[in-house]
């Protein structure tokens, strides 16, 4: 017989996302709806090996829908990855009287509950990551968020470009994930995008657009660099040397994490903390909520953490059909 869970602690790691403090809200809410108590675990995993926790009810939960960044705080554990950690972190729950584990976060984020999840603690994963780059669900908690603030800063960054026609080579995040980069990037109207997935050439994928875009009458030209495709310093040198115009470079860094939700990341964190808490609720357990064609689906975490995403190369074909070409000479 399934043994009914009475208390549940939530937890945030890795990275942070926008919409993290809105999937707390929802786990901790409906946890009370459903005759639960919850525990706020801060720090991710190392604060369950240190015992770093707050009592969640609805009131502490009030008002932080809006807020970025997430009230439980967010780090990474090596110390989670040895098995003394791990102990340590299931003597913490035994302390606290943990019936189970809601965590939030990617895939690291999962690892850990996977580990927690052999050692007896049924756990949920609930995916938040900006870098999309999660294989077991079409969308991930603050994507949308920082999509839009990369778009706003760089939408400003085009009006001094304008002014000056002048080149710029913008550097997004996304670690070792073109996602970001590329919704960006055609959202903006780049002239070109680089990303992980896609090996390029610098002469055809970026110095042919910017001299066809010139021939095009355009002065002005905007390069969007992913992070894990390398150095845009570096690729804004390759550009001088092959061109003669001197970029100017930007790297958004850390502001894309930052900023209240938006409507679409505050509703699917909303969404994926209450159907988390749910499958806990009717018994089910080590799964990662995910999205799939529009709704909510329970994926095991063992099969999630074997998934992968790929980055959706049709994109980029829409993204050199709609930038600016030169006509071909149909006579040829």
Request: with cysteine.
């Amino acid at each position: 017989m399934e043994k009914k869970i009475k208390r549940i602690g939530v937890l945030t790691s890795g990275g942070d996302a926008p919409g993290m403090n809105a999937a707390v809200r929802a786990v901790a809410r409906t946890a009370i709806t459903f005759g639960m108590e919850c525990v706020g675990i801060r720090r991710g995993w190392q604060g369950l090996i240190n015992t770093d926790f707050m009592r969640l009810d609805a009131a502490t939960v009030g008002h932080i829908i809006n807020r970025g960044g997430t009230i439980l705080y967010t780090a990474r554990s090596e110390e989670f990855r040895t098995e003394k950690g791990q102990k340590r972190a299931l003597a913490t729950c035994k302390m606290l009287g943990l019936d189970a584990v809601v965590a939030i976060g990617g895939d690291g984020t999962f690892r850990g509950a996977l580990d927690l999840s052999r050692l007896g603690v049924p756990v949920v994963g609930i995916p938040a990551t900006i870098d999309n780059d999660i294989g077991c669900t079409n969308y991930t908690i603050g994507f949308d968020t920082a999509c839009n603030t990369a778009i706003e800063c760089i939408d400003k960054l085009r009006d001094t470009m304008q002014s000056h026609e002048r080149c710029s080579v913008v550097e997004v995040m996304g670690r070792n994930a073109g996602f970001l980069a590329l919704y960006v990037g055609i959202s903006v109207g780049a002239t070109a995008v680089l990303v992980p997935e896609r090996d390029f050439n610098l002469e055809r994928d970026v110095v042919d657009r910017i001299r066809n875009a010139r021939l095009a009458g355009h002065t002005h030209f905007m390069v969007i660099v992913a992070e894990g495709v390398g150095s845009a310093v570096e690729i804004s040198k390759q550009i001088h040397e092959a061109v003669g115009i001197e970029p100017r470079v930007t790297v958004l860094g850390h502001i894309q994490r930052g900023g209240a939700p938006n409507a679409r990341d505050r509703e699917t964190a909303t969404r994926m903390g209450y159907f988390g808490v749910k499958a806990l609720a009717e018994g089910r357990s080590n799964v990662v909520i995910t999205t799939r064609d529009g709704g909510i689906v329970e994926t095991p975490i063992e099969e999630a953490l074997q998934m992968t995403k790929h980055l959706q190369m049709d994109r980029y074909a829409v993204l050199e059909a709609v930038g600016i070409s030169i006509p071909q000479d149909h006579n040829d």
